[in-house]
């Protein structure tokens, strides 16, 4: 599986942005897709995950209630819309695939990664 990240930019504080993920392959359903993050000088930490069929969903705390993931199976994609950005949320965004069904939050649980898109929120 090759994995396409796209959406990132420069929002200011309070705005939206909405991120894609592209996957190649025949079997993207049987996937679970999730995002994680890294600012500069961190390691780089679980956002969100959704499961294959895109029935189960889990967000991490900082992000709870203003970001939300999402996929369409029928153009093999993953999205994570962010609402109410804020500084903090600065970081390069990845997405990544897990052959398994679990939610998994931890980076080593993940097999394919994407190339990373930037995100700078402005305050």
């Known amino acids: 599986v090759q994995l396409q990240a796209s959406g990132g930019g420069l929002v200011q504080t309070g705005g939206s942005l909405r991120l894609s993920c592209a996957a190649s392959?025949?079997?993207?359903?049987?996937?679970?897709m999730a995002w994680f993050r890294q600012a500069p000088g961190k390691e780089r930490e679980f956002v969100s995950a959704?499961?294959?069929?895109?029935?189960?969903?889990y967000h991490s705390d900082s992000v709870k209630g203003r970001f939300v993931i999402s996929r369409d199976n029928a153009k093999n994609t993953v999205y994570l819309q962010m609402n109410s950005l804020k500084p903090e949320d600065t970081a390069v965004y990845y997405c990544?695939?897990?052959?398994?069904?679990?939610?998994?939050?931890?980076?080593?649980?993940?097999?394919?990664w994407g190339q990373g898109t930037q995100v700078t929120v402005s305050s």
């Open positions: 392959g025949r079997t993207f359903s049987s996937y679970t």
């Open positions: 959704i499961s294959g069929g895109g029935t189960r969903t």
């Open positions: 990544a695939a897990d052959r398994s069904t679990r939610l998994a939050t931890t980076m080593g649980e993940y097999d394919y």
